[in-house]
């Protein structure tokens, strides 16, 4: 397996995303905007280059950082690859010398952050989120 600092194609992150049931129908034109977002993006490819697993850094480059879009492909779950992924992203945040390094783990997932140093945060410091849609 390799991890590289690279952006998936559009259609690899749509069928990313289909795959984790987080959107049944990507947009293929939302997805490349998507990809060229200009954020940090972390893929895992097998020797074949097929993608195994990704993660996505947002950043100000600066303080803050939020980790999203950590998927791996349902048949490579329980290999390391997300293991991987998550070294890989957080030693780049430890480059860039963030203070803060946030992510909203999906349902079940807890446990597999804990393992990195991750922490729940008080009620009294809530994440939120406003619905748009």
């Known amino acids: 397996m390799k991890i590289e600092r690279k952006a998936p ?10 795959d984790a049931g987080w959107i049944d129908n990507p947009e293929s034109d939302v997805m490349l905007k998507s990809v060229n977002s200009g954020f940090e993006w972390f893929v895992a490819r097998d ?8 993660a996505r850094l947002i950043t100000d480059y600066a303080r803050y950082g939020f ?6 492909k349902t048949e490579h779950r329980k290999k390391g690859i997300g293991t991987a992924l998550m070294h890989t992203v957080i030693e780049e945040c ?17 446990p597999f952050y804990e393992g990195f140093g991750f922490y729940a945060l008080p009620a ?4 939120m989120k406003l619905s748009v849609l």
């Open 47 to 54: 020797s074949d280059l097929n993608l195994l697993g990704m």
């Open 67 to 72: 980790i999203v879009d950590v998927i791996i």
């Open 94 to 110: 430890r480059t860039l010398g963030l203070a803060s390094v946030n992510l909203w783990p999906s349902e079940g997932k807890v």
């Open 124 to 127: 009294s410091q809530p994440h």
């Open 9 to 18: 194609l559009a259609n690899e992150l749509a069928l990313m995303y289909q």
